[in-house]
């Protein structure tokens, strides 16, 4: 059993107590920020004075052997090694002698694995940003290729009045732009580095704080140390952002399922993005929306579960702080795989536009359209809504559209209603009708694609 510490104890640990206090089968994952960081300490300390150039160097080296061979496989993480700092340390030892027993100099295993997380979730910080713009990006152009496809608005998920699909997908748009604005909340406000605050209350080493936080390119040290070693605030806002991308996800999810249905019929599925029956041979499943909307309930768990863990500890590092780490690398695992693969089935999902438009108009999604022709012909708008009602309930009762009523049926009901009534309440005219900030009609909706457009050009990655 390979552990930094020992010298207190005069017998070994059980078995049993290692396994359940080690962390490294979850932790080598970080194997890379360690060494990062401990490359990026050794060279502060070495500036300092507390180490020589020489000294440096060899650590350096090492630290650096030790990364190529865990990458091409000739060095395998096992689980001799309580964590994964105790692996670099004992390996750098066994390949450079006493200079290796130096690395841990004026640093402690708590502000050690609070720069590796820091290290790890900025990494993937970054990762989650650019799968949300590859997914803003397919939605940017799905907005442009459908201006003028006719679709139902809902509400309480009955039919309501036309829109069009690149509105209905605008309105996704600023979902997931309010996410990677999220992200970047985040790494701003995180990006502080907690080398050096030592186990909970700094060192007598003559460290420089700035230098090592400017070379691993944090804004600054973290202010205070008992702060540095046991702020999870920032994983439990990642948790927090995620499980609201995994909310939006979910939410498209479950419009795609619906609109995959024979009852609906608005889509069609790309064979590599869905699956069939082992037993009824005219299925095509929706697995991937069905599973990303099943997976969200995972991220939530992992926020609840950081949330309980952190609300009791009191200052400064707790053991029970370990348990953040399973709980964000598997929430960033199944964020990053939806991500990556709802973007790939929106991409390839086609969309029946007739199907659409004649779902639009016999859910009479034009109603209120009929009210407003009326209203400007001079009717009350409560008459004008009871007599439009008065046509919907004829309507359903003959199985018409109000755009397939004969004049005289109109007329039936209300004489007001002349010939024009029908281009009033065409589902182009209904939705080219509304043109404000945000609405639907074709020049407020290349006034938002423009918008969207030069919002991804000015802000291609998060820096």
């Known amino acids: 059993m390979a552990q930094l510490w020992g010298g207190r104890f005069t017998k070994e640990t059980d078995r049993l107590v290692y396994n359940f206090n080690a962390s490294i089968s979850f932790d080598q994952r970080f194997y890379e920020q360690d060494i990062r960081g401990s490359i990026a300490h050794v060279t502060m300390l070495a500036r300092q004075g507390i180490l020589t150039e020489d000294e440096k160097e060899k650590i350096v080296d090492g630290l650096n052997g030790i990364r190529r061979d865990v990458e091409n496989g000739t060095l395998v993480i096992t689980e001799e090694y309580e964590d994964i700092h105790s692996f670099v340390e004992?390996?750098?030892?066994?390949?450079?002698?006493?200079?290796?027993?130096?690395?841990?100099?004026?640093?402690?295993?708590?502000?050690?694995?609070?720069?590796?997380?820091?290290?790890?979730?900025r990494d993937e910080i970054l990762e989650l940003d650019?799968?949300?713009?590859?997914?803003?990006?397919?939605?940017?152009?799905?907005?442009?290729?459908?201006?003028?496809?006719?679709?139902?608005?809902f509400t309480h998920l009955q039919k309501a009045q036309p829109v069009t699909m690149a509105h209905h997908l605008g309105a996704y748009f600023e979902m997931f732009k309010r996410d990677r604005l999220r992200m970047g909340d985040i790494y701003r406000r995180m990006n502080t580095c907690p080398l050096g605050a030592g186990a909970l209350a700094g060192t007598t080493y003559p460290l420089d704080r700035e230098y090592t936080a400017q070379l691993l390119d944090f804004d600054g040290p973290a202010p205070n140390s008992m702060d540095a070693v046991s702020d999870r605030d920032y994983l439990i806002e990642?948790?927090?952002?995620?499980?609201?991308?995994?909310?939006?996800?979910s939410r498209f999810s479950e419009e795609v399922i619906i609109w995959n249905t024979n009852e609906y019929q608005f889509v069609e599925l790309d064979d590599a993005y869905s699956t069939g029956s082992s037993i009824m041979p005219q299925k095509k499943n929706p697995d991937?929306?069905?599973?990303?909307?099943?997976?969200?309930?995972?991220?939530?768990?992992?926020?609840?579960?950081?949330?309980?863990?952190?609300?009791?500890?009191?200052l400064a590092y707790n053991k029970d702080m370990q348990e953040d780490k399973e709980l964000v690398f598997d929430a960033i695992d199944t964020t990053k795989g939806c991500l990556a693969l709802f973007?790939?089935?929106?991409?390839?999902?086609?969309?029946?536009?007739?199907?659409m438009e004649d779902s639009a108009k016999h859910g009479f999604t034009n109603a209120t359209d009929a009210a407003d022709y009326l209203v400007n012909h001079g009717v009350p708008f409560r008459d004008a809504h009871g007599i439009v009602g008065q046509l919907v309930l004829y309507g359903i009762e003959n199985r018409k559209a109000l755009d397939d009523l004969t004049l005289e049926e109109f007329w039936a009901i209300s004489p007001v209603f002349e010939?024009?009534?029908?281009?009033?309440?065409?589902?182009?005219?209904?939705v080219e009708m509304r043109n404000t900030t945000?609405?639907?009609?074709?020049?407020?909706?290349?006034?938002?694609?423009?918008?969207?457009?030069?919002?991804?050009?000015?802000?291609?990655?998060?820096?």
């Open 419 to 430: 010939e024009d009534i029908y281009e009033a309440i065409s589902m182009k005219t209904c």
């Open 90 to 121: 004992a390996n750098l030892t066994e390949r450079i002698g006493e200079a290796g027993k130096k690395l841990h100099t004026g640093r402690s295993r708590n502000d050690q694995v609070a720069l590796d997380m820091k290290l790890y979730v």
């Open 238 to 249: 990642l948790l927090s952002a995620m499980a609201t991308v995994m909310m939006h996800l």
């Open 288 to 314: 991937i929306a069905e599973l990303v909307r099943g997976k969200t309930g995972r991220v939530y768990g992992a926020l609840t579960s950081l949330l309980t863990t952190m609300k009791g500890l009191p």
């Open 343 to 355: 973007t790939g089935m929106l991409s390839t999902m086609g969309f029946r536009k007739q199907q």
């Open 130 to 153: 650019r799968l949300l713009k590859e997914l803003l990006d397919v939605l940017l152009r799905q907005m442009k290729e459908h201006v003028e496809t006719y679709m139902p608005g």
């Open 438 to 463: 945000g609405a639907p009609g074709r020049a407020a909706m290349e006034k938002a694609i423009a918008q969207a457009e030069e919002y991804l050009v000015k802000n291609p990655a998060l820096e």
